[in-house]
């Protein structure tokens, strides 16, 4: 349903947007706004960064949908995933993470998700992660779950 693909320079905007969207700096770890200047150094390396991808969910239509970044650690790639506004509250979530998992093609990946997220928490399960514990993440406890 959703075509997932590499980000690329005229994802910027809708990117810097979504990460500034009140709702997801609310269930970010990082919860401070994103000044524009950081977000294109930032955003300009990140798409080169072909170790650790970042994709862009969109519409048959390429509507953006989402944007789902994958973070290499020791023990496997950290997911991290915003919804945009417009898609959010439609079930969709779960087949994002599905699909991007997929795309990426190499496990463990882990989640870690604010444990007011409720929707997110939902949406991991559907993708068939796992609930692993929790973890303290800047004095707030985040829900751990694992694709293995």
Sequence with gaps: ?????????????????????????????????????????????????MDEPFYIAETPDSDFVAQIRFNKEEDGFVISVSIDKN??????????????SAKLGKKPIIAYVNTNNISSQKSFIKAE?????????NDETYLRYVLS
């Design 1 to 49: 349903m959703f075509n997932i693909r590499l980000a690329n320079e005229t994802d910027i905007k809708q990117v810097f947007e979504l990460s500034n969207d009140e709702l997801v700096r609310a269930n970010s770890i990082n919860k401070d706004k994103i000044e524009w200047e950081d977000h294109v150094n930032w955003f300009n390396q990140r798409i080169k960064n």
């Design 87 to 100: 898609f959010r509250g439609k079930g969709f979530g779960g087949q994002i993470i599905s699909a991007a």
């Design 129 to 137: 992660f796992v609930l692993d514990g929790d973890k303290i993440i």
